[in-house]
């Protein structure tokens, strides 16, 4: 959480105090603010709620360093969901019920997010900084929830503009999981697409919690597509970047990693956007995106 994030989330808590007797609010004492966060802290994906987690003690530490708010301590309680939304739902349920949290904050991902929000709404609960760019935090309002990043709409126009306008690419696949998260970045990249009269060439996808993408690659090849863009946690697409640099079962592709896109706040669209310079890996060259990447390159055979 960078400081701009910190400030915006003090004035949210301090604004929400104000005028209003915060001792009747759950989770507020005389001292202190208790937040709740349930994230995947265990499990394939536990290195976002983990990090997640990491960077909110630390700005948490920063702000009761500095006297707190309104005279109160932040404290935060964590909870495991092993980026599975059952697991998120009966931990969101524990937590209001036992914990009685003043907020949510810093959810991981849209699957375990669009499980946990609809409840902390309904208990009137905010629901603070959720990691993820999905459109039903956003559209239609919803008065308890607070998004600090930028929308996967805004991130894939930002994708699609850089490989069509900088690069000149017009043969586009897509690697994607398969639930809400990967789904909402399919929308978001198709429509882009739409805007420019064009279609993907190509699409592949996996399971959450997996690694399984070789199917994905193979299928993706059949369109020969010039760039693949994808939508994912860590582990699978680095999966599908090695196996597909390594030219396995015939099939593999030659390309770089593209420069990434960082959309700085929500709102701002592309006018939010700049790309970053960033070292090369097993693929030589440059790197790509927010919520996901961008390989490009061209098909290619094993060599015999």
């Known amino acids: 959480m960078d400081n701009r994030s910190l400030i915006l989330l003090s004035s949210i808590i301090a604004f929400g105090l104000a005028g209003t007797c915060a001792l009747a609010e759950d989770g507020v004492t005389k001292d202190r603010i208790v937040f709740g966060q349930v994230a995947a802290l265990e499990g394939p994906a536990q290195a976002l709620g983990q990090g997640m987690r990491q960077g909110l003690l630390a700005a948490f530490a920063e702000v009761n360093r500095a006297g707190g708010v309104a005279g109160r301590q932040f404290e935060l309680k964590s909870a495991d969901d092993s980026y599975e939304p059952q697991k998120m739902i009966e931990a969101m349920k524990k937590m209001l019920a036992q914990d009685k949290i003043f907020a949510i904050v810093g959810p991981v991902r849209t699957p375990t997010a669009n499980a946990g929000q609809p409840i902390a709404t309904e208990a009137k609960v905010p629901f603070i900084g959720a990691f993820t760019g999905a459109e039903f935090l956003r559209n239609p309002y919803k008065r308890y929830v607070v998004n600090i990043r930028t929308s996967y709409f805004q991130e894939t126009e930002a994708w699609i503009e850089h490989l069509t306008k900088d690069l000149g690419i017009t043969k586009i696949a897509i690697l994607y999981q398969d639930d809400t998260f990967g789904l909402a970045g ?119």
Not at 197 to 207: D, E, H, I, P
Not at 211 to 236: F, R, W
């Open 186 to 304: 399919l929308d978001g990249v198709k429509m882009a697409m739409a805007r420019r009269n064009m279609s993907l060439v190509a699409s592949g996808t996996f399971r959450r919690n997996t690694t399984a993408v070789k199917s994905a690659l193979l299928e993706i090849m059949k369109g020969n597509p010039e760039a693949v863009v994808t939508v994912g946690p860590y582990k699978p697409v680095a999966e599908f970047i090695k196996f597909g640099a390594s030219g396995e079962d015939g099939c593999g592709f030659r390309g770089n990693f593209l420069r990434r896109l960082r959309c700085s706040r929500p709102g701002n669209g592309r006018q939010g956007c700049r790309r970053d310079r960033q070292p090369g890996g097993a693929v030589s060259g440059r790197h790509v995106a927010l919520g996901g990447s961008i390989l490009s390159g061209s098909p290619r055979r094993a060599r015999p």
